[in-house]
């Protein structure tokens, strides 16, 4: 089949999360300027670059994250390892600014070492960031699209000593969830390598 999604696909359900997928998954833990903590995941979540170590969200509409993110300038982004993935889904609810999302999926902070926002307590990894841009990316008719993509800067980076592997982080012992289509999730289980090929001159 071939659909052009401004014209609808004629399936049960939109097909494109389902292939544009595994997906990682940002889950954004945040403070207001007032202290109001506020834990939530994305998706639409990933790293840009690693020089420096950029990473970004994206939140379709003005989110509490995105809201509490452009107040303080800083976020942390948990890896959700399958153990909490339950509480993870607990803690996307459609609740109002300022609701503890940490408290209602029953998750325990951990400090951060270099931003106020905490980490949540038992994530294998957690990556503490300072914000470097929020803006709207544009439609092909150059309106500004629901989303707003939050970019931050990594300046610390936690690991669960146990998710060491020989000195490299096991992404299997950590359980790394990732998001699918529909209500699909998925874990790594197993992984494979692949030496990159490398081009020599005559």
């Known amino acids: ?21 595994p997906r990682p998954i940002g889950w954004i833990s945040t403070m207001g300027r007032d202290g109001a903590l506020n834990l939530a995941p994305y998706s639409f979540y990933n790293a840009l670059t690693t020089d420096p170590h950029l990473v970004f969200f994206s939140a379709e509409g003005d989110k509490d994250s995105v809201v509490f993110a452009r107040e303080t300038g800083e976020f942390v982004v948990n890896l959700v390892g399958r153990g909490l993935a339950e509480r993870m889904n607990a803690s996307s609810i459609d609740a109002p600014l300022g609701f503890n999302e940490f408290e209602y999926a029953g998750l325990a902070t951990a400090p951060s070492r270099l931003v106020k926002p905490p980490r949540v ?37 936690y690991i669960d000593d146990a998710m060491l592997t020989d000195g490299l982080f096991d992404t299997v012992k950590a359980g790394t ?26």
């Open 177 to 202: 969830t990732a998001r699918l289509g529909y209500m699909d999730y998925t874990t790594v289980t197993d992984i494979f390598a692949m030496r990159r090929p490398r081009w020599k001159a005559d």
């Open 121 to 157: 307590a038992g994530a294998p990894a957690a990556l503490e960031c300072r914000l470097t841009e929020i803006f709207r990316p544009k439609t092909i008719a150059g309106a500004d699209s629901a989303a707003h993509v939050v970019i931050g800067q990594v300046i610390g980076v």
């Open 1 to 21: 089949m071939f659909y052009e999604p401004s014209k609808g696909h004629g399936l049960p359900h939109d097909p494109f999360k389902a292939i544009v997928a």
